[in-house]
């Protein structure tokens, strides 16, 4: 057999769903991307520019390799759908205690090693794995399968030995008329097929934050998005919801996954926006490539999201929030109180107003007023 062949039994007998090799070619609508958008990349810096050519990560690179797993196996929690994006659900890429997800990308690196390859991995997925043929695009930007959708997950490996290549899949299989992802994205970031900026998107500011590991985002959530962002405290699947072509998916009867509903009611915002030690550190193992490095910011999140819940059953919780010793949680609970409204919010925040001393939740305090 050849090595083309052993790896791809030996990946699928992982449980990958799809391995794709192609050449270990430059990416370069990729890279003249990143450079027409450098105002909207910034965050990335140089590192995906450069990893946008395979021998930057890897100077013998001859192949690539694209591994995608299809991580919408189970039904997702009531409590999470609508606060964390269900990427959730292939947690554990990252390191105990759930590492299985994790244990399958080793377990291939350390077969292709044992095949005498050298290998690389940090390559673009998503341009990667259209261009082993395995995914195609939707004009979300996000890479499908047909039958299976793009809640699916992308390793992408370079190799130092050729392989045998497949037919790259550059297409967008969407509807031609369809552009209910881009008419549904709530803060406009999704703004024409392929085009997305993250400064506006919901997923990358609820977790892109100072100190974070996917770029320097605000520690002061914009206002002008803080609507957007709805319940979200961690992500957001509302353009791939929506899809068409993730329908199926979304409608199909799916097994429980027992430990997600083992842990679903630590998703109640109220609970996040009061998050101890513990809850975080549950929280932050399990979610696949974590980017939220302080649980304030989850806190922070939370408090947002209940102010676009709305109930007044809130109010007590976010009242409390606005004598919380950070004065970010008080800020953005305060923007919570004035987008509930009504009078006892307007009593509280007024109360507030009368003892606070930090300039910045003064004036998210008024803010709030004139909103309520
Ligand atoms: S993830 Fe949400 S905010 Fe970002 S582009 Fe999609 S719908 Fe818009
Ligand atoms: S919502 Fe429509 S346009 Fe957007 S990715 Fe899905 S099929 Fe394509």
């Not at 695009?137 to 190799?159: D, H, Q, R, T, W």
């Not at 206002?223 to 199926?248: H, K, S, Y």
């Not at 193992?285 to 302080?294: E, G, K, R, T, V």
């Not at 806190?299 to 819940?309: D, E, F, I, K, S």
Request: glycine share 8%; proline share 6%.
């Amino acid at each position: 057999m050849s090595l083309s062949t052993d790896i791809k039994e030996y990946a699928l007998s992982l449980g990958y769903d799809r391995v794709g090799f192609t050449t270990a070619d430059s990416f370069p609508v990729l890279q003249r991307e990143l450079n027409d958008r450098s105002d909207m990349y910034d965050w990335v810096g140089s590192w995906l520019l450069r990893n946008a050519d395979p021998t930057n990560v890897l100077p013998e690179a001859r192949s690539v390799i694209a591994l995608v797993y299809d991580y919408f196996r189970h039904s997702y929690p009531e409590e999470m759908t609508g606060k964390v994006g269900r990427y959730y659900l292939s947690w554990g890429t990252g390191g105990p205690p759930h590492p299985i997800h994790r244990a399958r990308n080793v377990l291939l690196i350390e077969f292709l090693q044992n095949q005498g390859c050298r290998v690389g991995w940090g390559l673009p997925s998503r341009p990667s794995a259209a261009r082993t043929g395995v995914t195609n695009y939707g004009k979300n930007c996000f890479a499908f399968i047909e039958g299976i959708g793009s809640f699916v997950s992308i390793v992408a490996l370079v190799i130092d030995k050729e392989l045998e290549y497949d037919t790259p899949t550059y297409d967008v299989n969407c509807p031609e008329e369809c552009t209910l992802c881009i008419d549904s994205c709530p803060t406009g970031a999704l703004y024409e097929p392929l085009r997305m900026n993250p400064h506006l998107c919901v997923a990358f500011n609820s977790y892109s934050t100072p100190g974070s590991n996917i770029g320097q985002g605000q520690e002061v959530l914009p206002l002008e998005l803080r609507e957007g962002m709805g319940t979200w405290i961690f992500g957001c699947d509302v353009c791939q919801q929506v899809c068409p072509r993730n329908q199926a998916k979304l409608k199909a009867e799916l097994p429980p996954n027992v430990f997600l509903e083992h842990i679903a009611d630590d998703f109640q915002l109220e609970k996040i926006l009061n998050i101890t030690d513990e809850h975080y550190r549950r929280m932050y193992d399990l979610l696949a490539m974590n980017y939220i490095n302080d649980k304030r910011y989850f806190r922070r999140n939370a408090a947002v999201a209940l102010g676009n819940q709305g109930s007044q059953e809130a109010v007590p919780i976010l009242n409390e929030a606005m004598q919380d010793p950070d004065e970010l949680i008080r800020g953005h609970a305060a923007w919570a109180l004035g987008r509930i409204g009504g009078n006892r919010t307007k009593k509280a925040l007024e109360s507030s107003l009368s003892r606070e001393t930090s300039e910045y939740v003064i004036g998210e305090i008024k803010t709030a007023l004139a909103m309520s």
